[in-house]
Structures are given as structure tokens and as C-alpha cells.
């Protein structure tokens, strides 16, 4: 994603109010701890970790296809139906094989809600960049999502889909400043699946889309991609947060993003929002974005609210939605 100008001047230093630790300062609210699906913090973590321990991993390369198999053998372990969609990308750098990981677990109905990160790492060839909070906190926590709800024992109302797209990161330095033949220089994976879902005739099935990008700093602060996403699924995960005790994590404050895999379905038609924290991380395309800015609570706190917003979500696409579930 890109930074809009408006923020380099005021990123750095910690004038924001509460740059606070990811623990939450309140008792939830409202905990249903019956039924409520929860990540589990370490595990999530240890997909963190297990990431940036294969290195950089650019598009095409080596450590992405390494990255690439753990995200499979994970997967299927969970008892999810998995597939590989690989291709040969265009980039400024040339050709590039690129894949998209996506595991499917079947609802009751066939209308889709997808959950989303990308798995890539910026190419970087001045230092050595290994992502940990973009790319490998979203992916991490989007794994543990995929087992806390494969797990679950019980059909979803929807169908879900959690896809890991390859190529989100511009080979060239700036988000926009390289073009290709056949599109942008930037989320090279998310648009050939929007693009793969309309030649399916595809695109009316998926309801709601999410992406998570930059999701586990140890100072989590999340705000309102309110450019871009969807207001209503703003709202909804927002509020879920506030009613689990998260308010000093999911703030009440413009994000602003300008670019991520959410665009190209927003583009399409589809609803969509952005979870992502880049205004306010200082390390965000550095060769400081490292582990240790990781913590496994922030991971907790993503995944536990995303899945906790599920039900509210899939309620109100019942209740917009005239015609009978597929
Ligand atoms: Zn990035």
C-alpha cells in the first residue's frame, strides 16, 4: 500500500495520543465465551515467526515458494479444500511466477465471504526486509483464523474463503510510480483473482471481503480506512471491538491507506474493508520491521475481533439480501 504524503510528515516520534500497548485496558464487554471462536495468540505467532525465518520473500522468489508449501501443508491439516492458482506475472523486473493460496471451507450457503492478507514481501535490494508486520502478521493470524474456524465443528451460514495473495508489494520503489503492460505495478494477485471471478461469472457470489495487511505491532493502533472500505463493515468491526474491550486498538481515526488488495474488489462491486495499521507503524517498508515489533496479543486482538464481527456481518448480508441463499 502507499502512504499518502499527508502522513510522512507526521509519522516518527510518538505524538499520538495513547500509542499504547496492545493489551486491552477494558473487561470486554460483552464476552459470550460460550460460542465466540478465538485465535490462539502463540500459535499465530509462531507462523509469524516461522515466515520471517525464511528470509525476504519477494515474489518469485525461493522463500516465497517455502513460505508458500508451509501455508498449504497448514492449511490442509485444518481439513480444508486448498488451491494453488500459479501464473506468470509481468513486472517491471520481468517475468515472475506468482501464486494465490486459497482454502476453502463450505457453508450452508454458497455466497462467499472472503478473508484475505497477502503472503509477499517488498523487494528490497539496499537491505534485508522480512516483513514481519507487512506480510507475515496477517498471514500468521489469517492461518489461525482458518484452523479456529475449520475447528469449529459446525457449518458457517456462508461460505468463507482464505486467500493468501502473492504480489500485493510494487517491485518498483514507489507504489504508483511503475506501470505494466497489463495494469499496475501492485496487488498483481488480487487482481487476477477478481479478474479469475468474473470470467467464472463469480463475482455476485462474494458478499463481503476483508483484507488484513500489518496487523500484529506490539503499539496496535487500527484506524478507519474511510477513503476506501466499505463504511458498513467498517462499522461493524469497529463497534464488535469497542463491545469486546479493544476501543485503545481499533480507534476512532482515519487510516489512510490509498491502495491495498481490497481495491480491486471494491472496484468490481464488492464490498470490502481494509484492517491495517500504516500511519502510525514507523517501521513500515524498513529494515526495522522485525519480530520483535511483533506481539502475539495484537495477533489475539485482529483475530479475535475479525471472527467475533463475522456473525454480525453475515447478519446484516441476510437481512439486505432479498434473494435466497444459494
Ligand atoms: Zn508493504
Not at 138 to 162: C, D, I, V
Not at 308 to 323: F, G, N, T, V, Y
Amino acid at each position: 500500500m502507499t502512504l499518502p504524503l499527508a502522513f510522512l510528515a507526521c509519522t516518527g516520534k510518538d505524538t499520538k495520543p495513547g500509542g499504547n500497548v496492545a493489551t486491552p485496558t477494558a473487561t470486554p464487554a460483552q464476552t459470550p465465551s460460550t460460542s465466540r471462536l478465538m485465535i490462539d495468540a502463540e500459535r499465530a505467532f509462531e507462523h509469524v515467526r516461522k515466515q520471517v525465518e525464511f528470509g525476504p520473500r519477494p515474489a518469485g522468489s525461493a522463500e516465497l515458494a517455502r513460505t508458500r508449501e508451509y501455508l498449504v501443508s497448514e492449511l490442509k491439516s485444518y481439513g480444508l479444500n486448498v488451491t494453488l492458482d500459479e501464473w506468470q506475472a509481468t513486472t517491471p523486473v520481468g517475468e515472475r511466477r506468482m501464486a494465490n493460496v486459497t482454502a476453502e471451507l463450505p457453508g450452508e450457503s454458497g455466497d462467499l465471504i472472503l478473508l484475505t492478507s497477502h503472503y509477499d514481501t517488498k523487494l528490497f535490494k539496499e537491505f534485508r526486509f522480512v516483513g514481519a508486520n507487512d506480510g507475515a502478521s496477517s498471514t500468521g493470524t489469517l492461518l489461525e483464523m482458518a484452523r479456529a474456524m475449520a475447528g469449529a465443528g459446525q457449518k458457517p451460514r456462508f461460505t468463507y474463503r482464505f486467500i493468501f495473495f502473492d504480489g500485493e508489494e510494487a517491485f518498483c520503489e514507489e507504489w504508483e510510480e511503475c506501470r505494466n503492460p497489463d495494469g499496475p505495478d501492485n496487488t498483481y494477485g488480487s487482481r487476477r483473482y477478481v479478474q479469475q471471478l468474473r470470467e467464472k461469472k463469480e463475482l455476485e457470489r462474494v458478499r463481503a471481503m476483508i483484507c488484513l495487511d500489518m496487523i500484529g505491532y506490539k503499539n496496535l493502533r487500527l484506524g478507519r480506512d474511510e477513503d476506501m472500505s466499505t463504511r458498513w463493515l467498517i462499522d461493524e468491526v469497529w463497534q464488535t471491538a469497542q463491545d469486546l474491550g479493544y476501543g485503545n486498538q481499533f480507534v476512532d481515526e482515519i487510516e489512510g491507506v490509498g491502495g491495498d488488495d481490497h481495491e480491486p474488489f471494491l472496484k468490481a462491486g464488492i464490498e470490502a474493508l481494509d484492517i491495517i495499521q500504516l500511519s502510525t507503524y514507523e517501521y513500515w517498508h524498513k529494515p526495522e520491521d522485525t519480530l520483535d515489533k511483533i506481539s502475539p496479543q495484537s495477533l489475539k486482538i485482529v483475530g479475535d475481533v475479525v471472527l467475533a464481527s463475522l456473525p454480525r456481518i453475515e447478519q446484516r448480508l441476510l437481512a439486505k439480501s432479498a434473494r435466497p441463499a444459494s
